[in-house]
């Protein structure tokens, strides 16, 4: 791997390596631009997938710098409901290594449909006083680059023409998983009340492909690092490819505390702090900030200066506003065989008729229900019998004989509307392991999300039980207190007084600061937002290298 | 290649851990692997942390945790020997819970059954009750989770001997698997090969 000497500027400083970041490096570096990543996680098993840990007890304890997610006891952040209340001691966490949560995740891949860019002027139901806004540009417009990324990526699947599925001028590279137990008791259950389930679509490859091994149905997936490299993470398909240019060096442990300006306004670099903790200046031409949506915000707020008072990029005021941590809803049934369901990837097959909104519902909301029961041996027994089901003695063994393989999920994935009072902030009193003001969330669904929600209970309940489940059941809907699919706090638009970032991802107030991952999300669509990501990094990376190649921005190509 | 080193290396290759951490905690992984080793042989391993009398009376708080019945339990998956390692490895932070809750368990021993000589001497229904009576405490749930933990993971942390835990919960840990996986989706597959 090329090393830049510190002390020299390079073109591109990239900050974070996740969905949004592994792109980036990947198509400057390609473009012949030098290019800097630093990732505040390390190096997990970067360029040794085999090694990647598969054991429970290991994975609860490994050290310190072989984690995968961040750790609220290090990187730490406060919780609270609203202005009133003081914020707590949150566990918010997200991917924080080489590839960030790409390293990690279930790798669903949903696009964004064409009205979901466009819904604050098409949708009724949506009631006044949200967040919710148009995006600057249409699915027709970021279309070529989703099939860029699920080529690039490597996605599963199957093109499917369905009004709940977003049309697509190219299938997937390869088909997709296997469906499963889960999968196939959804189907059932589909036809039987006509709904629509289809094969989700995945970045976990069903066949070689681009040097990668098929998935082996371990059954050992999210929250893991995968060993023979199916899962299409940026660890395995974009910085790779970005490292082999030579002009691309990746920093692990490098964590960025602040984003440096001159006196015209313009980034010079940043500076972080390395794995001893040692103040590091890197120089940059550009800087491409992709620490995913709760940390770019706070980046920005923690990069402040005599000229950006209130936090780079921020005159609008309006960064770290509008985050969504996205809602989940669960229902659980119990079958008479066994499903097997540790076996596979985490989910096959979902359920996308209640995607679009529907004014019959009498609220806001749509999402996807996807099929799953992936549970390991650990979270089926310290956590995951039925409910009343004692937690020892010879009922507690009883239930864990009975319901083991016997169970499915249905996991919702659904809308939550942006609010400018839900946000990330700077907590006053409370500080991370460096020092720095821990990231302060606050953050409550609008009514209507919760409406939503528990639509999506019912209807989960009732597919279980069209499904042919014994034993039912659904806990209380509940709200978001942070999580890994953030999206929203820089978002994008055509007028600097309402948005951070312009159609480009260029920020308004900084000609050469470009923010690339959830943050610029307008609207934060059913809660899968990794490949809408994908697709607007590679068009803000086009974008960028043609004006680079022109001059506009001033790079040393 | 020292012995250490060439043994750190074979450690590592098979639990995906690095060489140097498992360098670091060399020791202790050898103690542990030793002690595994010599369960498998006797039934009995060298215990680290606990002594033979402390390790009785967690041995039958686990066993009510998950009783033996017809399937084994949690005595014939030596999670009492996955206790002892996980505090003499990576939960030492929890040594002080067990030493402190095995005071307490003999005080309410003292206090349900006046002149009862230790917990693991009280009948089935006498040991059941006096749990229940504990049921709430940061003792009783640490050991609870551990007994779990230890009764489902791998058998080379000491638990789950003759993986006896995973048997009760049909788990196969090949790590590798060719649909289809349950009886659900070979139903659909047969269903729709027509």
Redesign the interface.
């Known amino acids: 791997m090329k090393k830049f000497p510190l002390n020299s500027e390079v073109d591109f400083v990239v900050i974070g390596s996740g969905a949004g970041g592994g792109i980036m490096a990947k198509q400057l570096a390609t473009a012949g631009f030098s290019v800097v990543v630093l990732e505040q996680g390390g190096w997990g098993k970067y360029g040794r997938e085999h090694e990647y840990n598969k054991d429970e007890w290991i994975q609860l304890h490994l050290p310190e710098d072989q984690q995968l997610m961040s750790d609220p006891n290090r990187q730490r952040n406060t919780f609270r409901r609203n202005d009133r209340e003081k914020a707590k001691p949150g566990n918010h966490t997200y991917g924080c290594v080489v590839g960030g949560g790409t390293v990690t995740y279930g790798g669903s891949s949903w696009r964004h449909l064409p009205y979901e860019f466009k819904e604050a002027t098409t949708d009724p139901t949506i009631p006044s006083g949200t967040g919710m806004a148009d995006w600057p540009i249409t699915y027709e417009e970021l279309e070529p680059y989703y099939v860029q990324a699920e080529w690039e990526m490597g996605i599963s699947g199957r093109k499917i023409d369905s009004p709940f599925l977003a049309p697509m001028s190219k299938d997937y590279p390869v088909p997709p998983v296997p469906l499963k137990s889960s999968g196939a008791l959804m189907m059932t259950a589909a036809q039987k009340l006509g709904l629509t389930c289809v094969p989700g679509p995945l970045a976990i490859i069903t066949r070689p492909y681009m040097g990668r091994a098929a998935c082996v149905n371990c059954g050992i997936c999210s929250g893991y690092g995968c060993q023979v490299r199916a899962r299409s993470s940026s660890a395995v398909t974009m910085l790779p490819l970005a490292v082999n240019t030579g002009r691309c060096e990746i920093r692990a442990r490098s964590y960025v505390r602040e984003i440096t300006t001159d006196g015209a306004g313009r980034c010079t670099g940043v500076i972080y702090f390395d794995a001893e903790k040692k103040e590091v200046r890197q120089r940059a031409k550009v800087v491409v900030l992709s620490a995913n949506a709760s940390e770019s915000a706070r980046l920005l707020l923690l990069s402040k200066s005599g000229r950006f008072p209130d936090g780079l990029a921020n005159s609008s005021g309006l960064v770290g506003k509008y985050v969504m941590y996205g809602n989940g809803v669960t229902a659980t049934g119990l079958f008479e065989h066994p499903l097997n369901e540790y076996k596979g990837v985490v989910s096959g097959a979902a359920i996308v008729d209640f995607v679009p909104s529907d004014p019959k519902r009498g609220h806001y909301g749509g999402g996807r229900m996807t099929a799953r029961g992936y549970q390991t041996p650990f979270e089926l027994g310290l956590n995951g019998l039925s409910p009343g089901t004692p937690h020892w003695g010879a009922a507690y063994k009883k239930a864990l004989k009975e319901e083991a393989n016997h169970r499915m999920t249905i996991q919702c994935y659904v809308t939550q509307m942006p609010l400018e009072t839900n946000r990330v902030d700077l907590d006053p009193d409370v500080k991370d392991e460096w020092g720095l003001p821990a990231m302060r969330i606050t953050s409550t669904s609008h009514p209507d999300d919760i409406k939503n929600m528990e639509f999506f209970r019912q209807k989960s309940i009732e597919v279980l039980q069209a499904a042919g489940a014994t034993r039912v059941w659904a806990p209380p809907v509940g709200d978001t207190r942070g999580g890994a699919h953030n999206r929203g706090t820089c978002r994008m638009g055509n007028d600097p007084k309402t948005s951070v970032v312009d159609k480009y991802q260029k920020a308004h107030d900084v000609p050469n600061l470009f923010i690339v991952d959830g943050s610029v999300f307008v609207t934060g669509g059913r809660n899968h937002p990794t490949m809408t990501i994908q697709a607007l990094a590679f068009r803000a990376a086009d974008h960028l290298v043609q004006a680079a190649k022109k001059g506009a921005i001033k790079t040393s190509f | 290649m020292s012995e250490k080193s060439r043994r750190a290396f074979l450690i590592?290759s098979a639990?995906?851990?690095?060489a140097a951490?498992v360098a670091a905690n060399l020791p202790e992984i050898l103690a542990a692997q030793d002690q595994a080793q010599q369960a498998a042989r006797t039934g009995h391993a060298k215990l680290s942390f606990f002594n033979e009398a402390q390790a009785a009376e967690i041995e039958a708080i686990t066993a009510?945790?998950?009783?033996s019945?017809e399937?084994p339990?949690a005595r014939e998956a030596h999670c009492v020997i996955f206790i002892d390692r996980a505090l003499s490895g990576?939960d030492k932070s929890k040594q002080a819970v067990y030493t402190a809750g095995l005071e307490d368990l003999r005080k309410k021993v003292q206090e349900l059954y006046p002149g009862a000589a230790k917990f693991s001497a009280l009948t089935s229904e006498q040991q059941?009750k006096t749990?229940t009576a504990m049921?709430r405490t940061p003792f009783f749930t640490v050991v609870?989770?551990h007994?779990?933990?230890g009764?489902?993971?791998?058998p080379s942390?000491g638990g789950n001997y003759n993986k006896v835990?995973?048997k009760?919960?049909?788990?196969?840990d090949s790590?590798?698997?060719?649909?289809?996986?349950?009886?659900?989706?070979a139903?659909?597959?047969n269903e729709h090969k027509a």
Request: zero cysteines; glycine letters at 8%.
């Open positions: 590592s639990t995906g851990l690095n951490w009510q945790i998950i009783p019945d399937d339990g990576f059941i749990l049921e609870r989770n007994t779990v933990m009764f489902l993971s791998r942390h835990g995973w009760l919960i049909a788990y196969d790590l590798n698997f060719k649909p289809p996986f349950g009886y659900y989706d139903q659909y597959e």
